[in-house]
């Protein structure tokens, strides 16, 4: 009972922080993302290197979706923010004082907030034995999800080069994120009664293939579905099934969305398989569940079990004896003591000859 009462909290607690970061986000009035990106820290110079930022910089900029706060204003409100400190940099005319070397975390949180910032970069970037390993950061400044990237290399000219890569990936990551707002806005648009279910569907489809690493606008498209599963029911279990196979629980930003919807892919999937009478299938993908997305746990038991006596039960209409008594047992394991199905396991064992549980 304490564990399925910590499980509740903790699908509350993330259902919960996905609507707080949606609220949260401050967009500029173009309706750009608005990028803070810091100077790197040198750890082996102990400075800091705005030639590595203005690369990023430069970069994100060419994006018409992002508008990045120009570096003399970041450098006016560190210096606000942070008066004690004196600004020092590495530039092409060499070090500039000596004083502060070192762009914090905190820093920069607090610097992104007074700018009005929704996202921020910054880094680190560390020189030995003629290589260099940058550990590169984008911050949701509201939101707090931090994702982090690594480069590395020999030489310093291979640096432009990663770092603009390093640029465009964030850019990407961002611009998925962007596309799933606007969908977000699309469905809210359905539920008002501006489209009906087929135009929105027909939106999201034509979305899906362009972002194919998107786990949340696949999610978006199979709630629709979900709506009419007698008229989408061939399109349901592909993509649920597409949803499991992405699936990582590492990636906690994808089971806060899957809970903010209340969608549950693994169920969606096992109960077209029990639809078609494929119980063993149905009983690998809920027995997959309890062990990557335990936030349903008893309705997976409660289905493992149905399914195992549904089984065993075709079992012991072929003569298969030993294999029937199998899942009869593996039922009771599962099913409570409120499930008929759970007595009817225990009859079939006695007639079985079996003794039961």
Known sequence: MIRKALLLLLTI?????VSRAASSRIESPSGKIRITVFPFNDTSRKDT????????QAELATRDFIETIPPEVVRRVILEVEPSFAWTERNRSGTVTGVLWRIEPKLVEKVSQRVRADFAVYGDISRFDGKWVINAYSAEVKGGAVKAFTLSGEGEEEIPGKLAQLATDIAVSLREETIVTEAEGEVRKFAGGMYSLSVIIGKMEALVPFYRESLPLKALLLDLYLRDEALYRKKIAPLASTIIE?????READTRYLLSLSLDPFDVLARVHEGAGEWEKAMAVREKALQVFPFAEERHRRGIGLDAYALARLYEKMGRRERA??????????????????????????KLGRQAP
């Open 13 to 17: 607690l993330l259902a919960a922080s």
């Open 49 to 56: 290197d705005t030639r590595l930022s203005s690369v990023v």
């Open 246 to 250: 992405q699936y990582d629980p590492a």
């Open 325 to 350: 008594e199998e899942h009869y047992r593996k039922a009771l394991s599962f099913l409570s003591e409120k499930e008929p199905e759970r007595e009817s396991a225990r009859e079939s064992l006695r």
